[in-house]
């Protein structure tokens, strides 16, 4: 059973670019989150998606970042017009069920880097 | 309220024993155990559920107190493959899915 998948894993854009993330989670799992990790930092909370549906999404700045999981395919993390601020790995986690009570796994994260 | 971790850092020779406390404002409903070697994907430990259960495999056990709104996680017998940095996540409510991680602790085992 494949893990859950991110692509790309090291991503260069420039400053007003835009960048586009992937996850494909575990199969079988339908709940998908988004973390963001700056530098010798922790995991911030970004945004927790089902199928078609954003469910929370209280950690994800109000202008420029974006997020969907559709129904076919990957989730994606969008940033548009990139600033040096965002670079930062960002980790996707999939989890059978609503984490409260069940283990993420966690993907190898995309490094993101604003030149 | 992200989740306060102590110590932030704990240094040990193979063999020792180390404790990390996670102490959170807020009720909890339930609190996961992750560790991230550098430059690596978070690892899953294990989670503790609302009841003041104790959990534990091999040399890695955990300790959730609701009433404290406390987790503390004891690593026994140290190895090696210990170091990286730990975080706990805490759920507030059985209302909510997300995961507030917490400060982090990191652990470097030497030899």
């Known amino acids: 059973n494949a893990g859950v998948m991110q692509n790309p894993r090291h991503l260069v854009r420039r400053r007003g670019q835009e960048a586009r993330l992937r996850c494909s989670p575990m199969k079988g799992h339908s709940h998908v989150y988004w973390y963001r990790q700056l530098p010798e930092e922790g995991l911030k909370f970004m945004v927790y998606l089902q199928k078609e549906n954003i469910i929370d999404e209280s950690g994800m700045p109000k202008e420029r970042f974006s997020a969907e999981f559709p129904k076919e395919g990957p989730s994606i993390l969008r940033i548009q017009q990139v600033v040096r601020g965002d670079s930062a790995a960002y980790f996707c986690a999939s989890s059978p069920q609503g984490q409260k009570s069940y283990e993420q796994y966690f993907g190898p994260g995309t490094r993101l880097t604003v030149t | 309220q992200q989740p306060v971790q102590s110590p932030q850092a704990v240094i040990l020779r193979e063999g020792e024993d180390a404790v990390i406390n996670c102490s959170s404002s807020k009720a909890l409903y339930s609190v996961h155990w992750y560790r991230q070697k550098h430059g690596e994907a978070p690892v899953f430990l294990m989670i503790?559920?609302?009841?003041?259960e104790q959990k534990g495999h091999d040399k890695i056990s955990a300790s959730f107190n609701e009433k404290k709104q406390q987790s503390s996680l004891y690593l026994t017998a140290s190895q090696l493959s210990y170091s990286g940095t730990y975080f706990c996540?805490?759920?507030?409510?059985?209302?909510?899915?997300?995961?507030?991680f917490g400060t982090g602790t990191r652990l470097q085992v030497f030899p």
């Open positions: 996540g805490t759920v507030p409510t059985a209302n909510t899915d997300k995961l507030i």
């Open positions: 503790l559920l609302k009841g003041g």
